[in-house]
């Protein structure tokens, strides 16, 4: 597939709009559908149609594995950390209301954890991908 | 109409050896599943099946079709035992159905519990518009971190299982072509 230009534009011009529209879902996700897991999956897509297109060695420079599998964790920990800080700031734990005066701290609370489940979604679906794209088949 | 479709194909999934074109209905199939789940409004749902089932395991399928080959084996068997004991299961599922309330009952237990309370205090509660993320990230924090780890935990066991060469440099034949 990587001889076909049509693609290879195709696949440059797309993956900027295909990211800021994954970062949009996660951002938006309080007014709209969508939220963390989505938009983790809409840019490991991404990643995956670069992978498809330019190969995967030209993709895991720039997004190493290292960082997808540190990724994976990451979003556990800064979800967990949410309620942490929540914690520490007096009220239950995942009590977003400590976070800011009245409601919105859920705004921050929730667009926190949701980015955790992003990271977290991101790192595991590009890390599977990288492991089943990376190995070498019997029939190639 | 999308019902009609998505029995077409699944049906056309059973009969196709061509392992290449069960993908590509598997993905027809999550696609109209979507579009099913937007008529009944959810659209919430109808994101995450578009996006997953017709987008991500579409690509994981193609790259475990580049390891296992095209074409599915003839089986070595007589399907008429599976057959039988999916009738039953399915029989006995169906029975089961008998009891429930009916389908799309608003007088349902099920949208009396603490749905009516979502709905109707949440805006009030959380202020933020879209009743599934708050249900979501906020009443039900503690399910949501629980499935994050969950995840998490799914691709720990996949990288034990398949990269038994983690964290050394990949051996130079193993350069990938990326499907």
């Known amino acids: 597939m990587r001889g076909e230009v049509v693609v290879r534009v195709g696949a440059k011009v797309l993956a900027p709009f295909i990211i800021t529209f994954g970062l949009c879902v996660h951002f938006h996700g309080d007014y709209s559908p969508g939220g963390g897991f989505q938009a983790g999956v809409i840019l490991a897509a991404a990643i995956a149609l670069l992978a498809l297109v330019y190969g995967l060695e030209a993709v895991q420079k720039v997004v190493t594995p290292r960082f997808v599998r540190a990724c994976a964790a990451l979003g556990v920990i800064i979800f967990a950390g949410v309620g942490v800080v929540t914690m520490v700031l007096g009220h239950n734990y995942l009590g977003y209301d400590a976070l800011a005066e009245g409601h919105a701290g859920q705004h921050y609370g929730i667009l926190g954890v949701e980015l955790g489940v992003l990271v977290t979604v991101f790192g595991v679906m590009v890390t599977v991908f990288y492991l089943f794209a990376g190995r070498r088949g019997r029939t190639q | ?179």
Request: some cysteine; aromatic content about 8%; glycine content about 12%.
């Open chain 2, 1 to 179: 109409m999308l019902l009609t479709l998505l029995a077409a194909a699944g049906l056309a999934l059973l009969r196709v050896r061509n392992l290449f074109a069960v993908v590509m209905l598997a993905g027809i199939y999550s696609l109209l599943s979507a579009g099913l789940f937007t008529v009944m409004d959810a659209v919430d749902v109808a994101f995450t099946e578009a996006a997953v089932g017709a987008g991500i395991s579409t690509v994981l399928f193609l790259g475990a079709l580049a390891l296992c080959g095209h074409q599915e084996n003839k089986p070595g068997h007589t399907p008429l035992l599976p057959l039988f004991v999916v009738l039953v299961t399915g029989g006995l599922l169906v029975w089961g159905t008998m009891d429930m309330p009916g389908f799309g009952d608003p007088a349902n237990p099920v949208h009396h519990h603490v749905a009516d309370h979502y709905i109707d205090e949440s805006y009030h509660e959380i202020e933020i518009p879209n009743v599934v993320t708050s249900v979501l990230a906020s009443y039900r924090g503690y399910d949501t971190m629980g499935e994050t780890t969950v995840v998490f935990a799914a691709a720990v066991g996949v990288m034990i299982l398949l990269a038994g060469r983690l964290g050394r440099r990949p051996r130079p034949e193993g350069k990938g072509d990326g499907g």
